[in-house]
């Protein structure tokens, strides 16, 4: 079953605004991640957030975790034309599971 | 940090015909490995992952199979592929037993099967 599933499907913006993009996941989760990946490339990992955590920073990136909700939200801040790609958020399902779910993705344009 | 390479990038085959994709893992030891398949525009579908030489989990019953004979190699196969065997494949690794955290990705083979 899918564990994330990502909000918008596709985004558009302009170069310097920020873009903002949702998870919601179903079950109870270890830690919750956010991958991207270019076209036609495998996937990068961006940034994880434990559990216990509300919010963590890596660069522009900014990721915040609402487990009362089941979700989470990644921000890119400040866009450029090279953060155009898809990204994705997976989660391992439940304790000793090496099963790494992702959402469908959202994909994101930014236009110089 | 880990690198996984995979090979090819990308491969064109025949309806019926045989299949090997390799995947092999630099910078780690004891790696968890995983084959997953993206459709166009579609995220990942989890096909097989392994803890260790020899075992192999498969997530969806399929026409492939993967095998594990070294610790940082994993192959994927089919004897006989179909058409609804398209797809961009990846591999991909990752440390940590008691608590898997971020998976590393090759860069995926694309396969066309026609």
């Known amino acids: 079953s899918q564990q994330g599933e990502e909000d918008p499907q596709a985004l558009s913006i302009q170069e310097g605004e920020n873009a903002t993009m949702n998870c919601s996941y179903k079950?109870?989760?270890?830690?919750l991640q956010w991958y991207r990946q270019n076209s036609g490339r495998g996937l990068v990992h961006l940034i994880l957030i434990r559990s216990n955590e509300r919010e963590k920073h890596s660069g522009r990136l900014r990721v915040t975790l609402d487990t009362s909700k089941k979700s989470s939200s990644l921000l890119i801040t400040a866009s450029r034309a090279a953060d155009t790609a898809s990204y994705f958020c997976a989660a391992y399902s439940g304790a000793g599971s090496y099963q790494l779910t992702f959402g469908k993705g959202t994909k994101l344009s930014v236009i110089p | 940090s880990q690198t996984i390479h995979q090979w090819p990038a990308t491969l064109v085959q025949p309806v019926g015909s045989p299949l090997s994709l390799e995947c092999t893992v630099e910078g780690t030891s004891n790696p968890n490995l995983y084959w997953y398949r993206q459709a166009a525009g579609r995220g990942l579908q989890l096909l097989f992952y392994?803890?260790?030489?020899?075992?192999i989990s498969s997530e969806v019953p399929q026409n492939l199979s993967a095998s594990r004979p070294q610790d940082r190699q994993f192959i994927l196969s089919s004897k006989k592929l179909l058409l609804s065997d398209s797809g961009f494949y990846l591999c991909a690794s990752s440390s940590g037993r008691a608590m898997p955290n971020e998976q590393f990705f090759g860069p995926g083979t694309r396969l066309t099967v026609l």
């Open positions: 392994s803890v260790g030489i020899g075992q």
């Open positions: 079950t109870s989760i270890n830690n």
